[in-house]
């Protein structure tokens, strides 16, 4: 099955710097990858996925960035609010191929911006 | 759309007692999926089912667990008897069964056993 790897556990940044969270996959068949958010007492809530053809995608202050040869995918969040304070997940399809089969999640990475 | 809803938010229970979780899915959406999220072991598939028909059990951890879907709208998760370790909180995703499509999940149950 798949494994997926996040780092670091923990990211404490100042307000109006840039974060960046890394994960790295197992399977080379996987072809999505979601980023999700968790608040305090909610369940995860997706904020952007991109598909294996494409290396970027954007969504104002979010990015994700594909790199299907080494098999890592990072999460990019610039110009950090303290809204953005949370715990993030990256995650890859649990089957092989595009996750109708459940997913697997990295261990989550807190983020904190510091004000 | 309300989204997936669960029930109860929290529950608190004394060991060997008997624990249901409910879940309702998002309308239309047909394949469903339950987590356990614990600090030491994080996000874990437990169980999924598609057009109500469970597929893939194998992350169930013991027989004192089992799920159900009698219908499109509706799943539970069971714990007989439960144990101090199940403590946990449970989450509950739908979606689309097809590729590439989102998991939405519920806002959890927090289980603790005593």
């Known amino acids: 099955g798949e494994n997926v790897e996040q780092h670091p556990s923990t990211l404490s940044v100042q307000e109006g710097d840039s974060a960046v969270i890394k994960c790295t996959y197992s399977?080379?068949?996987?072809?999505?990858f979601p980023w999700y958010k968790q608040e305090l007492g909610k369940g995860p809530q997706l904020i952007i996925d991109i598909r294996s053809n494409v290396g970027e995608k954007k969504d104002q202050r979010i990015a994700v960035t594909l790199n299907k040869t080494a098999k890592h995918f990072s999460l990019h969040i610039t110009e950090t609010q303290p809204e953005d304070s949370a715990v993030y997940f990256c995650a890859a399809p649990s089957d092989s191929g595009g996750g109708a089969d459940g997913l697997t999640f990295g261990k989550g990475t807190h983020l904190i911006i510091q004000p | 759309d309300a989204g997936v809803i669960q029930s109860p938010r929290h529950e608190v229970t004394e060991m060997g007692q008997e624990v249901t979780l409910r879940c309702k899915p998002i309308s239309g959406h047909n394949s469903l999926f339950w987590y356990r999220q614990t600090m030491m072991r994080g996000l874990e598939l437990l169980i999924y089912?598609?057009?109500?028909?469970?597929?893939?059990d194998s992350g169930m951890p013991e027989d004192r667990f089992s799920a159900k879907m009698p219908n499109a709208s509706f799943s539970t998760l069971k714990i007989q008897p439960s144990e101090p370790r199940d403590s946990a909180v449970y989450f509950c995703a739908s979606s689309l069964a097809s590729y590439n499509s989102p998991l939405h999940f519920g806002n959890g149950t927090r289980l603790t056993v005593t």
């Open positions: 399977d080379s068949a996987s072809n999505y």
């Open positions: 089912f598609n057009n109500n028909v469970p597929i893939d």
